[in-house]
């Protein structure tokens, strides 16, 4: 590929992944309170199956996976409307770093698989989703922040020096 | 160097999210796809009891 056109591809691949990612957090977060997706909802009936304990945890909680699900939120309306990109970034990482790495975990299916207690279609279903749950949004997310990076750079001061009061007019 | 890892992981970002994001808003309130869909990413598909 030309350096034009690979300098095109990266301009638009920006706006592509804000979108992509913009609109799966809206959908994901939004269905918390509007059942539109097969996840969890506020107002399934208790004890309703979940992809692992520490989300069901989170549920019983009564705030922690609703403050996870507004941050998400938030983030889609961010990358949609394109304000406020880069700090919302860095504020949403926490929720999308433990989507993807509760995705992740799949080393106790292989491990049941290899010892005979779990079909392999149980790895299968887990790979798919690590790489397409957890992993898409890890890795939008992710070449986001690199896309960004330049408003970054100013937080990344070995020695920073607080806001001089006395200075200030 | 540092344009063509950033086209590579560009485009697998694309990729993920066109499949992610693109299966999500097919099953919308089961708009394009039903929900039953969710279990080829499910070991046990006790999830997709609808909330109605």
């Known amino acids: 590929m030309s350096a034009d056109r690979l300098d095109r591809f990266l301009t638009l691949s920006v706006p592509a992944v804000r979108w992509l990612l913009g609109v799966q957090c809206l959908l994901s977060g939004i269905n918390w309170w509007f059942k539109i997706l097969p996840f969890p909802n506020l107002f399934d009936p208790p004890g309703m199956p979940v992809k692992s304990a520490i989300v069901g945890v989170m549920i019983q909680s009564g705030w922690m996976f609703t403050a996870a699900k507004a941050v998400e939120v938030l983030l889609g309306l961010s990358l949609l409307f394109n304000r406020y990109v880069p700090v919302m970034l860095v504020v949403s990482f926490p929720v999308i770093f433990m989507t993807f790495i509760l995705d992740a975990l799949i080393g106790p299916t292989v491990m049941a698989w290899l010892q005979g207690a779990a079909p392999i279609q149980h790895v299968l279903a887990k790979l798919l989703d690590a790489t397409f749950f957890g992993g898409a949004v890890i890795v939008m997310q992710g070449y986001l922040m690199l896309a960004y990076f330049d408003s970054y750079r100013p937080m990344l001061q070995a020695r920073a020096r607080p806001t001089d009061w006395g200075a200030q007019p | ?52």
């Open chain 2, 1 to 52: 160097m540092k344009r063509k890892a950033m086209a590579a992981l560009a485009a697998l970002a694309i990729l993920l999210g066109i499949v992610s994001t693109g299966w999500m808003l097919a099953v919308v309130n089961q708009w394009l796809l039903p929900w039953s869909t969710f279990k080829i990413f499910l070991p046990d598909p006790g999830y997709l009891k609808p909330n109605r």
